[in-house]
Structure formats: structure tokens, C-alpha cells
């Protein structure tokens, strides 16, 4: 069974800082690893996924997301962001046997002060 | 990217109606999934679809559901009845392939009053 935790549940930083959400995870096998994000009302975004080769994978607008096997996480970075970055991100992973079942975080929901 | 479609955006029902929710997926996809969200909370499954078959399914999807992707037009989620607890924003998805990334659509927004 796949798990994933995304321990912070709100995040605030200012317009142009950096910001890191994080996302656990745990199973034994291999593992797909993605980043969605949801603004207030609408549907997922994807941003980026992770199977295999360079942990460091870069997503749209500047997202990035590093994969780590011994910290089993994966966690998303932007250097800089902005206000329109404020949403809810959410993680998941789907098992490698599975038909493509996404299993979600929680959800961590980034705010932006001007 | 590649968009997905649902209709209607919004639906709001007495208990014990029926309701069909409509997800227009990405045109070349096969595989096909409903995700179901109640206000604030995660994203939770509900079922994958490919060949015209229920791939997998959650403990969420109840007798009372049933998907159908009838001769490559709408996949449609169809619950009856329906129960309070369905209320709730259900979530479209699709992707070319198994674990190729999942492209969703804007959500059908259900109250079962």
C-alpha cells in the first residue's frame, strides 16, 4: 500500500522568496512521483513527474522537485515566487503495478504576501 | 495542456435522484478515472476505465456507481440513487497511456440535498 504525507498544511511566504512544500511518501517498490496544483475553484494542474534518471526534475513555471529514495521524498522548490503561485499543491504517487491509481496528500495550501 | 471537459460544472439533486456526470477526455486517451473531493479534503479515487472495463475500483465506489464510455463519446460516472454523503466535487481525468501523467478536468461540483 502507498501512503503520502504532506506534513504542512498551509505555507506563507512573500512574493519573491523561495519556498519549499514537502511531500513523504512510502512503498517498497517502484514508484511514480507527480506535483499537482489546484487554484481556488478549478481543476489539477500538473507541474511535474518523476519515475526515473535525474532526481532533480523541472516542472512549468519555474517548480522543480528533487526525488530522494533514503528520505523517501520528493519534495517542490521554486527560487522565487509570485502571488499567482498562491494555490493549493498537492502530491502524489501511483504504484508502478497499478493501472495509474493516483493516490493524493493532503494538500499544502501556499500563500503569497505582496 | 491537453484539456479535459466536464458537464455540467454544477448539479444539485433531491436524495434518491439519479445523476450522470459527463467528462469529455483528452481526444487520443485510453485510460480513463474518476476522483472524487469533498470541500477542503484530499483528492480520493474512485475508479480506472480502459477497453471499455473497470480496471480498478475504491472502497468509495459504491454499488450505486457505474461508469460507461459508450462508443468513444462521453465517460460518463452515473450514480443512482444517490445518497448525502455523494455530495461532493467529482474529477475527471485521463491519460494516453497506463501511468502517463493524468490530465484533469475543471470538476462537476454535485449537492444531493
Known amino acids: 500500500t502507498q501512503t503520502v504525507s504532506q506534513s504542512d498544511a498551509h505555507v506563507t511566504v512573500f512574493e519573491g522568496d523561495s519556498v519549499e512544500l514537502r511531500c513523504n511518501y512510502s512503498?517498497?517498490?517502484?514508484?511514480?512521483l507527480s506535483w499537482y496544483i489546484q487554484h481556488h475553484g478549478h481543476g489539477l494542474q500538473f507541474l511535474l513527474k518523476?519515475?526515473?534518471?535525474?532526481?532533480v526534475v523541472q516542472g512549468v513555471n519555474g517548480f522543480e522537485a528533487e526525488f530522494s529514495k533514503s528520505d523517501s521524498s520528493f519534495h517542490l522548490r521554486k527560487a522565487s515566487v509570485h502571488w499567482s503561485d498562491s494555490a493549493v499543491y498537492f502530491c502524489?504517487?501511483?504504484?508502478?503495478?497499478?493501472?495509474?491509481?493516483?493516490?493524493f496528500g493532503q494538500g499544502t495550501k501556499l500563500s503569497i504576501k505582496p | 495542456g491537453p484539456k479535459v471537459l466536464q458537464i455540467p460544472s454544477h448539479q444539485i439533486i433531491d436524495m434518491g435522484q439519479m445523476v450522470t456526470l459527463n467528462c469529455d477526455p483528452v481526444?487520443?486517451?485510453?485510460?480513463f478515472y474518476w476522483y472524487k473531493q469533498i470541500l477542503g479534503q484530499q483528492m480520493e479515487f474512485l475508479v480506472n476505465?480502459?477497453?471499455?472495463?473497470?480496471?480498478?475500483k475504491s472502497k468509495l465506489f459504491k454499488d450505486q456507481f457505474s461508469v460507461e464510455r459508450p462508443d468513444g463519446s462521453y465517460f460518463t460516472l452515473k450514480i443512482q440513487p444517490t445518497a448525502l454523503e455523494d455530495s461532493a466535487v467529482y474529477f475527471c481525468?485521463?491519460?494516453?497511456?497506463?501511468?502517463?501523467?493524468?490530465?484533469f478536468g475543471p470538476g462537476t461540483r454535485l449537492l444531493v440535498l
Open positions: 481525468a485521463s491519460s494516453l497511456q497506463n501511468q502517463d501523467t493524468q490530465y
Open positions: 512503498y517498497g517498490g517502484s514508484i511514480y
Open positions: 518523476y519515475y526515473s534518471g535525474n532526481p
Open positions: 502524489a504517487v501511483s504504484a508502478g503495478y497499478n493501472q495509474g491509481k493516483l493516490i
Open positions: 481526444s487520443n486517451h485510453l485510460y
Open positions: 476505465f480502459y477497453n471499455g472495463k473497470v480496471m480498478e
